[in-house]
């Protein structure tokens, strides 16, 4: 491999690592939120689910920021395609996203009922659309996204906003959701006691279970979609040139990392094997802590799967397979990415560092009495 190769890769890897961040991270708030309503009883009772997450997800934030920034820098065309392509489903995110600061600030501002339930489902929109969209734009990746280039390398998209909604990718966006609403329910469960924790384990022991049978038939149903082969490129140490390749479709081309190198099959195994793992830990009631580890091994484990399948594709185009985007042909120059590494290397240990100091610092379950004693601190 020559150098340029070899970043080429590390970055899609670092990139891989970012997703795998956000999902973990920002996704058991999400998950969070979506439960709030549903294990929480009273008014009481939902407010501490909400003030298990309220002081760590504006931080948990800080790994959309990176993974945006990290496919702007290092993938830039990538950023041009998936951004301008996927528009309007950004807008819808970005819309559910919005919901959540002023759900938390807002919410218990207000002693009426009429008031704090309108934001509870604020809370829960803003926890269901963004895990349901993260699922689909995936599922839409694996099967190819119809867009192409002209001669002078300007994006024309094809396809419409609805048309992102399509069976498969409904699909991987109901399966985003159950492995989120798990990982919530996980983490829930570490940091309340009582009714809270068992009703917590409940919902997350349903989503794991969910989880479990819509990844097996979303493995079923890949086999069988017809997915880009690379025929012919000028060399993966070459400068970026989005149509320098041939590619053609073939019928389980989502397998073909796995035949050629049966190693990669371990990762969609652990996170059949985590998230019977994290079934078998919810349902003894035990050790909640060591649960929402699996549980947050099963959300890497199935997101690392489709990078997996991807693998050299990062947005196949259904339009025009030859102008599909694969790691040798989408990255920024090789300065750039020697650049950005050591910034990586820097700065995001000292992100994981503060992060753990925190959840160290915020140690502890949230109670009722807890949140009825600081009433006006807490959310």
Same mark, same amino acid.
């Given at each position: 491999m020559n150098t340029y190769e070899i970043f080429r890769l590390i970055w899609w890897a670092i990139l891989g690592v970012l997703l795998i961040g956000l999902a973990v991270m920002d996704g058991f708030d999400l998950g969070a939120a979506m439960l709030s309503p549903i294990i929480g009883k009273t008014d009481s009772e939902r407010r501490v689910v909400i003030n298990t997450v309220g002081p760590v997800w504006e931080g948990n934030q800080v790994w959309l920021i990176l993974g945006g920034g990290a496919i702007f820098a290092a993938w830039p065309m990538l950023y041009a395609v998936a951004f301008s392509g996927f528009y309007f489903a950004m807008l819808l995110l970005l819309m559910a996203l919005i919901l959540r600061p002023v759900g938390f600030k807002y919410r218990s501002k207000?002693?009426?009922?009429?008031?704090?339930?309108?934001?509870? !489902?604020?809370?829960? +929109?803003?926890?269901? $659309? =963004?895990?349901?969209?993260?699922?689909? !734009?995936?599922?839409? +990746?694996?099967?190819? $996204? =119809?867009?192409?280039?002209?001669?002078?390398?300007?994006?024309?998209?094809?396809?419409?906003?609805?048309?992102?909604?399509?069976?498969?990718?409904?699909?991987?966006?109901?399966?985003s959701v159950s492995m989120l609403l798990m990982h919530g329910g996980a983490y829930v469960a570490c940091k309340t006691e009582g009714e809270i924790r068992a009703r917590a384990q409940c919902a997350a022991d349903i989503a794991a279970i969910c989880t479990i049978i819509l990844f097996a038939m979303a493995g079923v149903w890949a086999a069988h979609i017809n997915f880009y082969t690379v025929t012919s490129f000028a060399g993966t140490g070459a400068p970026s040139d989005m149509m320098a390749k041939t590619v053609s479709r073939t019928a389980g081309g989502l397998l073909a990392n796995y035949k050629a190198l049966p190693i990669t099959l371990a990762v969609p195994a652990i996170a059949f094997i985590s998230a019977l793992f994290t079934l078998l830990l919810l349902r003894r009631a035990r050790r909640p802590g060591l649960t929402f580890i699996t549980s947050g091994l099963t959300v890497a484990a199935i997101i690392g799967t489709a990078g997996v399948s991807l693998f050299p594709f990062l947005l196949p185009s259904s339009s025009d397979p030859g102008a599909s985007l694969i790691v040798w042909d989408s990255s920024s120059g090789l300065l750039t990415l020697q650049i950005m590494l050591v910034a990586t290397i820097i700065f995001l240990p000292l992100i994981l560092l503060y992060t753990s100091w925190i959840y160290y610092v915020l140690r502890g379950p949230v109670t009722v009495a807890h949140i009825e004693s600081n009433d006006h601190s807490v959310y």
């Open positions: 207000l002693q009426s009922t009429a008031w704090r339930n309108f934001w509870d !489902a604020a809370l829960f +929109v803003g926890g269901l $659309v =963004p895990a349901l969209v993260y699922g689909v !734009a995936f599922g839409n +990746v694996l099967q190819g $996204v =119809p867009f192409t280039f002209d001669n002078f390398l300007r994006i024309s998209y094809t396809g419409t906003f609805l048309g992102l909604f399509n069976p498969f990718a409904l699909l991987c966006g109901i399966i």
